[in-house]
């Protein structure tokens, strides 16, 4: 077993998921890396730079023979996960309106953002549950990665939506169920960040950050969102499970 503290992070080669994997790294965790594409990622060979070991686990989380992978290698080269990142997202490949949007692309984005990442922290908890009997004291925690969609409507993304309303129940079904082995669960809600997803509507956010859409009235960075991990990581939040952390810039307050 690993001397060191081991994170899985998942969608972790750009955007967000990179943030957070070289936020952990500088923390003192090794890594397990996983990305959808086969190509290793830069984000590796930064979180070397740490002072991480790390392993990469390529596939598509929606997928149960990837998420099988990501654990067994993370067992057979570090013996231990001491925090699980579900951070793999997508948005819909085409925006349509509720009214005329596919069930392709409902299956599609619901498979990535909310089946893969519930199926993988089942495997993991019940690998966490094993750890907690061999080491009472050890910290063990789940991230889930939300966002403000899992309670603001865009009907022309609804899948989207849908999928981050799931990961909001998931975070509280698995936070009351593992409470009782001492393993916390946190959902972190990023409003608008500034990432590739966003990229293709950064005029339109520009002008109503401006506005005053937001109260602090700037974009979201991924190290803002890579800030709450570590601060989970560090222990900061351990008697708070289930709970939400807005990272959001004020969206989620309610103004008049």
Not at 206 to 225: S, Y
Request: hydrophobic content about 40%; some cysteine.
């Amino acid at each position: 077993m690993s001397d060191r503290p081991v994170a899985i992070v998942t969608g972790a080669s750009r955007g967000i998921g990179r943030s957070v994997a070289l936020e952990l790294a500088s923390l003192g965790y090794d890594l397990v890396i996983n990305r959808a594409q086969d190509q290793p990622p830069e984000v590796l060979e930064e979180a070397s730079a740490l002072g991480a070991r790390y392993e990469f686990a390529p596939g598509n989380i929606s997928e149960a023979p990837v998420r099988t992978r990501i654990v067994e290698l993370t067992k057979a080269q570090f013996g231990r996960c001491d925090i699980l990142v579900n951070n793999a997202g997508t948005g819909p490949l085409k925006r349509m309106d509720i009214l005329q949007a596919t069930e392709e692309s409902f299956d599609r984005v619901l498979g990535i953002n909310l089946k893969g990442p519930y199926f993988l922290t089942q495997l993991v908890a019940n690998w966490m549950i094993e750890q907690r009997k061999q080491d009472p004291n050890r910290p063990l925690r789940i991230v889930n990665i939300g966002s403000i969609s899992a309670y603001t409507s865009s009907p022309s993304r609804g899948e989207y939506c849908v999928s981050k309303a799931g990961i909001a129940m998931m975070t509280k079904l698995y936070a009351d169920r593992l409470a009782e082995y001492d393993i916390g669960v946190f959902e972190i809600s990023p409003g608008i960040i500034e990432t590739d997803m966003t990229r293709a509507v950064k005029e339109k956010y520009d002008k109503m950050i401006a506005e005053g859409l937001t109260p602090i009235r700037r974009w979201g960075q991924p190290d803002d969102v890579a800030k709450a991990v570590g601060a989970i990581a560090e222990g900061r939040l351990d008697f708070s499970t289930g709970s939400v952390i807005n990272v959001d810039g004020g969206f989620h307050l309610r103004r008049l």
